[in-house]
C-alpha cells in the first residue's frame, strides 16, 4: 500500500492562468474522489468517479472544474481561468468499491493551490 | 440534505486530561459515520468508524459511538497525549448510495505538556 498520491505538492499561479494537478489512487480501489479544502473548514466534495465513470458533480464544480479518469487508474484535475477564490488545498483520495460500501476513503496530502 | 456539525475550537487541555469533541449529524435512514484526523503537515486519516446504530468505534484509545436516537457520534479519550494535537473531523456517508463523505468543519486539539 504506497498511499495515494498527489502531484505537485504546490502550485502557484496566476489569475487566469489554466492550472493541472494529478492524483493516483491507491492501485486496487476503484474509487476516487475529489475535495476541496480551505482554512479552518472540512474537505467539501467536489466529484467522484468509479473507475472512469464520473458518477457524481457537487454544485460547487462550476464549468471552470474538469476532472477526468481515463482508464480507470490516475485522475486529473484542471482549472481553467482561476481565479482568486479558487486557492484552497485540492484533496484526492481512494476506497474499495463494488460490495464495500463502508470501506473508508483514504487521502493523499494534497495539492495546495495560491492564486495570485 | 446531509450534514454534520462538530463542536468549535480550539479545544486546549492538558496532557492526561478526559477528551470530548461533539458531533451531530442530519441525515435521513441510519449513514455510516466517521472520525477522521489530520495531523499538523500530514493528510487525512481515518480515527475510527461506525456503520450502525449503537455500534461502537474505537481506535489509539479514542471511542465513539453511533448514536441514533441523539444522531450525534462525540468523540471522546480518557487521557490525551501532547501527540494528539491535531484537527479532528466527524463525517457521515448518507444511505443514498452515494459514496462520498460529507465533513464537519474539524475541531483543533490543542495538548499541552
Known amino acids: 500500500d504506497t498511499g495515494v498520491s498527489q502531484n505537485p505538492r504546490h502550485k502557484i499561479t496566476k489569475r487566469g492562468q489554466n492550472v493541472t494537478f494529478r492524483c493516483d489512487p491507491i492501485s486496487e480501489h476503484n474509487r476516487l474522489y475529489w475535495y476541496r479544502q480551505t482554512l479552518g473548514q472540512g474537505p467539501e466534495f467536489l466529484t467522484y468517479f468509479q473507475n472512469e465513470a464520473q458518477l457524481e458533480k457537487s454544485r460547487l464544480l462550476s464549468d471552470r472544474f474538469s476532472a477526468e479518469r481515463p482508464k480507470g487508474s490516475f485522475s486529473t484535475l484542471e482549472i481553467q481561468r482561476t481565479e482568486q477564490g479558487d486557492s484552497a488545498m485540492y484533496l484526492c483520495?481512494?476506497?474499495?468499491?463494488?460490495?464495500?460500501?463502508?470501506?473508508?476513503?483514504?487521502f493523499g496530502n494534497g495539492t495546495r493551490l495560491t492564486v495570485t | 440534505g446531509n450534514s454534520v456539525t462538530q463542536m468549535e475550537g480550539p479545544v486546549t487541555l492538558s496532557e492526561e486530561a478526559f477528551l470530548t469533541i461533539n458531533c451531530t449529524y442530519t441525515?435521513?435512514?441510519?449513514?455510516?459515520l466517521f472520525w477522521y484526523v489530520q495531523y499538523p503537515g500530514e493528510g487525512l486519516q481515518l480515527l475510527l468508524k461506525?456503520?450502525?446504530?449503537?455500534d461502537k468505534g474505537s481506535n489509539k484509545g479514542f471511542e465513539a459511538t453511533y448514536r441514533k436516537e441523539t444522531t450525534s457520534f462525540h468523540l471522546e479519550k480518557g487521557s490525551v497525549q501532547v501527540s494528539d494535537s491535531a484537527v479532528y473531523f466527524c463525517a457521515l456517508r448518507g444511505m443514498d448510495s452515494s459514496y462520498k463523505l460529507i465533513f464537519g468543519s474539524g475541531t483543533r486539539l490543542l495538548v499541552r505538556p
Open positions: 441525515a435521513t435512514g441510519y449513514p455510516s
Open positions: 483520495a481512494s476506497s474499495l468499491g463494488t460490495g464495500n460500501f463502508n470501506s473508508p476513503l483514504h
Open positions: 461506525a456503520t450502525k446504530a449503537d
